[in-house]
C-alpha cells in the first residue's frame, strides 16, 4: 500500500522490535508484553503457545494492529504501524491482514458469501462484478460454497469458522492471523481447521495462529512459546 510509511525490516514479512505493552489498571501499570523481538518471514506457520494470560493474544493483537505498542517498533507487510493513523490502519488491515477469531465474528444478518463479500467492498479490492464469483470461489476452497445462501446462525460452528476463513482471505493478505481459532470447536472441526490452514500455508500464504491446543500446535512448523510476557521458547521442527 503506498499510502503506509515504508521501512526495511528485511525480508521478513512481521517484525516486533522490543515490544512493550503496558495498560492503565485500577492497581496501577500492568506490563504485557516485556520487550518482545519476533520475526515471520513470508510463507511461514508460526504457533503461538503459552498460558491464559501469558500475553500471547496481545503478541497477536501488535501485528495485526488491533492494539499499539507502548514502547518498540511493529512492521508487517512494510508498513511500521507505530506511524498509521486510525483510518490508514483501517485501509492497511483491510489489505495486508486477515484476523480470524475464535468465536467466527460473522454479521448474523448477512447471508455466509455477504459475509465473504464485505471485506472487498469495503476496500475496493476487486471490481464489483468479480466480487460475488471470488467469494463463491473462496468458499470452495475452504468446503462451504453448499452453506453460501444460509445465515451464519444456521450452519456449525465448524462451518462458520470456515466461512470466517474465506472472509479473511477475500481482500488476499499476505498475512492470515488466527486467535484461538479451533477453541469454539469439537476436534473433529478443529481438525479440518488445522488442516485447512496447513494448505493455505502450502500455497504461500503465512499465518500465525494463537492457540491453547498443544497437539495442534506440536504440528505447525514453528512454535514460539511465551510466558510472563516474554518469548521463553521460538523453535522449529527439523527440516
Not at 76 to 102: P, S, T
Amino acid at each position: 500500500m503506498q499510502s503506509c510509511e515504508q521501512s526495511d525490516p528485511g525480508a521478513s514479512l512481521v517484525v516486533l522490535d522490543r515490544v512493550v505493552k503496558e495498560y492503565q489498571t485500577g492497581a496501577g501499570r500492568l506490563r504485557v508484553l516485556r520487550g518482545v523481538s519476533l520475526s515471520v518471514d513470508p510463507g511461514e506457520f508460526v504457533a503461538v503457545v503459552g498460558a491464559s494470560g501469558s500475553g500471547k493474544t496481545t503478541l497477536l493483537n501488535m501485528l495485526t494492529g488491533i492494539d499499539r505498542p507502548t514502547t518498540g517498533s511493529v512492521w508487517v507487510a512494510g508498513a511500521r504501524l507505530n506511524d498509521l493513523d486510525e483510518n490508514r490502519m483501517a485501509q492497511w488491515r483491510g489489505q495486508a491482514v486477515g484476523v480470524i477469531f475464535q468465536f467466527f465474528q460473522l454479521l448474523p444478518a448477512l447471508t455466509v458469501l455477504e459475509n465473504v463479500i464485505l471485506p472487498m467492498d469495503f476496500c475496493r479490492t476487486y471490481p464489483p462484478r468479480q466480487r460475488r464469483d471470488r467469494a463463491i470461489h473462496l468458499l470452495e476452497q475452504v468446503g462451504v460454497a453448499d452453506q453460501a445462501h444460509k445465515l451464519p446462525g444456521a450452519i456449525s460452528g465448524g462451518q462458520q469458522q470456515r466461512a470466517a476463513i474465506a472472509r479473511a482471505l477475500a481482500n488476499d493478505p499476505p498475512l492470515l492471523a488466527a486467535d484461538e481459532p479451533t477453541g469454539n470447536l469439537d476436534s473433529a472441526s478443529a481438525e479440518r481447521v488445522f488442516a485447512l490452514f496447513a494448505h493455505l500455508v502450502e500455497q504461500g500464504k503465512t499465518l500465525v495462529v494463537v492457540t491453547h491446543d498443544q497437539a495442534l500446535a506440536r504440528r505447525a512448523p514453528r512454535i514460539v512459546v511465551v510466558r510472563d510476557g516474554r518469548i521463553v521458547e521460538d523453535r522449529r521442527a527439523p527440516s
